[in-house]
């Protein structure tokens, strides 16, 4: 069936609430595990029913924010979907709570009693209508980024839309197309200031509600975070501060000296080289035509995914006006069924985000077997892994869609991603700072991330710019609103990839291997076990770090880049 058919109706969560409520009472009387199981099985088909329309209606409202039905949904489940949280806290408190919990743990597996532990620890019936009004006010913050109708080069374009011209040989349309873009944040930078200290209340007093110092911790326990902490991230933030840093910057000044720039100034920093950035050649069809092929000679497996993702018309690719920003991945769970999303704009970053949505949509439609839900995505930091390793093992492919740019793609492709690092830590330091001091002014926030951002971006000029110079870039971020402390997971699967990069190279065929096991186990295991399961090293062991860096800059050293 082809997404566009995928029946909807809006769930009646009365219904929902009577039906676990009913079930869990069932379970907490059930004699032994094996009831309790099959119990179990029907609260499952019940969860899933539910989320099922979510995602359907959370699709259709990105595909058009300005669509009436579903903008309706889309407030429904902002305003429904904490009552359902708390259904599942329920859920998972009577789980942790069973007296035949030994058994059930080694029939459903450890780590589901792990996620279990998490979630009661960040949920409380209590917190129902904060949780509401952070979905209000996440969604007023995509409507206002999906609003913008910019007129630049004879065009009404939305944000997405001036991509192509950030990274024009001509440095004054890529000068031109940065002040377009921060024109209309800098215009909206007192709503963007008011719904983010807005957010950050909200946070730091349901954290504090449910027994937490701050909303630091409470964040970590939202996302499912084991086996780590907010000192071990510390203390990574460093070492990518000490053995990223300089590599980082020198790349910077070796991008300045490639296209031939004295000085090198924010917007120049999409630039590559001068006679262009690589950029995909053919329509969006075609581009999904070679990646059909590509996907066809990587592996069997990844062959019947990706003609299931394109019979089945589960790709929403192309950008346009009213549309959503961005590009994501989800699972229609009814259907077993990956969805991708994502804004193509004719550069390089079509391929990424394809090849990067890609990944994750892989990874979910190899573990969709799994009866537990919780299985089907692992933790955050996990599932970036699958989606930036597939980046790289894409590469003997890029020539479908770049022709003879491909060497071109892929020296700016393993440049970008390691200037990424720094500023993916950049982020997470920022917000760790903002929810430590919540009573921050918005002034004092930006800067903070000033501060910051010289820090881990030492290279970066606005050239005078007022609203960066101020502190403002941070407001682009879209992470920083709708998901807390999600942009380090990034950084740490970045440095994961790498590893499958490395490998990939010297021995393609066992690296992928290993990348289509971690993609089978799920979320079965937390992301340190998932990680030493792929046979990766953890990306908190500063070896790692070191030799994982030096490979990189290594292979990026012997490359002429001037020549190309």
């Known amino acids: 069936m082809k997404f566009q058919d995928y029946p909807y109706t809006r769930p009646d969560i009365e219904g929902v609430k009577k039906t676990i409520h009913t079930l869990l009472e069932q379970f907490r009387a059930a004699q032994n595990a094996e009831e309790q199981i099959q119990l179990l099985n029907k609260i499952n088909k019940a969860r899933t029913s539910f989320e099922t329309m979510s995602e359907i209606s959370g699709v259709r409202y990105t595909q058009n924010v300005t669509d009436e039905l579903y903008a309706a949904e889309k407030k429904y489940f902002d305003e429904v979907t904490p009552i359902y949280q708390d259904l599942i806290h329920s859920f998972y408190k009577t789980l942790l709570d069973s007296p035949h919990r030994t058994t059930l743990q080694r029939a459903l597996g450890s780590h589901l009693f792990t996620l279990a532990e998490r979630t009661v620890t960040s949920m409380s019936s209590e917190i129902i209508p904060d949780l509401q009004e952070e979905n209000r006010l996440t969604t007023e913050y995509v409507q206002l980024l999906a609003s913008a109708k910019i007129q630049f080069a004879g065009e009404e374009r939305n944000l997405a839309g001036l991509t192509p011209f950030k990274e024009s040989p001509d440095r004054a349309v890529r000068k031109a197309a940065n002040e377009a873009h921060f024109e209309f944040m800098q215009a909206n930078a007192e709503k963007l200031d008011d719904i983010y200290d807005q957010l950050v209340k909200l946070r730091h007093g349901m954290a504090k509600k449910l027994g937490y110092d701050n909303f630091v911790a409470l964040a970590y326990a939202r996302l499912s975070r084991s086996g780590y902490d907010a000192t071990d991230i510390a203390k990574f933030r460093e070492m990518v501060f000490k053995y990223v840093v300089p590599v980082a910057t020198r790349l910077r000044h070796r991008q300045a000296e490639r296209i031939g720039v004295d000085k090198f100034l924010y917007y120049d920093e999409s630039f590559s080289y001068p006679s262009g950035n690589p950029t995909p050649k053919g329509t969006p069809t075609q581009i999904v035509e070679h990646a059909r092929k590509m996907y066809s000679e990587l592996s069997p497996e990844t062959d019947t995914f990706f003609q299931y993702m394109t019979s089945n018309e589960l790709m929403d690719l192309e950008n346009r006006k009213n549309k959503a920003g961005g590009g994501y991945c989800t699972m229609i769970s009814e259907y077993g069924s990956p969805f991708i999303f994502s804004n193509f704009n004719g550069t390089s970053g079509d391929v990424d985000v394809l090849t990067h949505?890609?990944?994750?949509?892989?990874?979910?439609?190899?573990?969709?077997?799994?009866?537990?839900?919780?299985?089907?995505?692992?933790?955050?930091?996990?599932?970036?892994?699958?989606?930036?390793?597939?980046?790289?093992?894409?590469?003997?492919?890029?020539?479908?869609?770049?022709?003879?740019?491909?060497?071109?793609?892929?020296?700016?492709?393993?440049?970008?991603?390691?200037?990424?690092?720094?500023?993916?830590?950049?982020?997470?330091?920022?917000?760790?700072?903002?929810?430590?001091?919540?009573?921050?002014?918005?002034?004092?926030?930006?800067?903070?991330?000033?501060?910051?951002?010289?820090?881990?971006?030492?290279?970066?000029?606005?050239?005078?710019?007022?609203?960066?110079?101020?502190?403002?870039?941070?407001?682009?971020?879209?992470?920083?609103?709708?998901?807390?402390?999600?942009?380090?997971?990034?950084?740490?699967?970045?440095?994961?990839?790498?590893?499958?990069?490395?490998?990939?190279?010297?021995?393609?065929?066992?690296?992928?291997?290993?990348?289509?096991?971690?993609?089978?186990?799920?979320?079965?295991?937390?992301?340190?076990?998932?990680?030493?399961?792929?046979?990766?090293?953890?990306?908190?062991?500063?070896?790692?770090?070191?030799?994982?860096m030096a490979k990189v800059e290594s292979w990026l050293d012997k490359i002429d880049d001037k020549a190309l």
């Open 357 to 548: 949505e890609a990944g994750h949509a892989f990874q979910c439609f190899e573990s969709r077997g799994f009866e537990i839900p919780e299985y089907h995505f692992p933790t955050l930091e996990a599932c970036e892994i699958h989606s930036m390793s597939m980046e790289f093992f894409a590469w003997p492919w890029m020539k479908l869609f770049f022709n003879g740019d491909s060497d071109k793609y892929k020296f700016a492709h393993l440049t970008a991603s390691l200037l990424f690092l720094p500023y993916g830590v950049a982020v997470d330091e920022f917000q760790h700072a903002v929810y430590e001091n919540p009573d921050m002014k918005p002034a004092e926030r930006n800067l903070t991330w000033r501060k910051i951002e010289q820090k881990y971006l030492p290279h970066r000029d606005y050239d005078g710019h007022s609203y960066l110079e101020a502190g403002n870039f941070w407001q682009r971020q879209t992470h920083i609103y709708r998901s807390p402390f999600y942009y380090i997971d990034y950084v740490l699967a970045q440095v994961c990839a790498f590893q499958f990069w490395a490998r990939s190279i010297d021995d393609n065929k066992n690296a992928f291997s290993d990348y289509l096991k971690l993609c089978k186990a799920g979320g079965s295991k937390p992301f340190l076990e998932l990680v030493q399961y792929a046979n990766l090293q953890s990306p908190f062991e500063e070896k790692t770090l070191v030799e994982t």
